[in-house]
């Protein structure tokens, strides 16, 4: 296998445990939909093959596509294989992304899944990300402290990314009840950062 064969695997061949470190965002979902469903898939998403014999390709970067490719009801996506570790991948894709710039939340959550899977520290987190340790430090507190039931809705979309940073994570560390109710607020009313700083004051 070259450094970066392309080949097309099944829905089933794929190790999807990542999927849950980027948020959803509905409408761009949708444009990506038509757009497969008018001109096929253009670009390959990425994997890694897993270390163990019959294990699955760990998808890195592409989960939007296989959930619209999904959608569609298609079988099969082209992949791009890269031919090195998960950790090294994870890293390489992150420099390389192209989409629009990451909230503080879903840097936190890449974060602790490499600080969980591959065991690294602090300052080796800072090296591998070229930032400083306390950089580091503070994304990962975001995660921990703020409520796993509002992250998912974050994830889900429900939430906006930026809404969840400027009022709750705050509101979290005053008392969680509160956030979790100006959380459920937000949601209801499906406010954007603007809307929701006028239902934060009203509340």
Known sequence: MNPQATMQLEF???DRRWEHLRVR???????LMASLAESGQQTP?????GAEPG????VIDGHKRIAALEQLGRDTIEATVWTMSAAEAVLLERSLRCSP???ALEQGWLLVEMERSFGYGLEELARRWDRSVSWVSRRLALVELLPESIQQQVREGKLGA?????YLVPMARVNLEDCARLAGAFVQQHCNTREA???????
């Open 12 to 14: 089933h061949q794929l």
């Open 55 to 58: 294990e699955r390709y760990l």
């Open 162 to 166: 930026q809404v969840a940073m400027k």
């Open 197 to 203: 700083g006028q239902l934060a004051v009203l509340l």
């Open 45 to 49: 998403i990425v994997v890694v093959l």
């Open 101 to 103: 710039q990451e909230s």
């Open 25 to 31: 965002q509905p409408h761009r979902q949708r444009r």
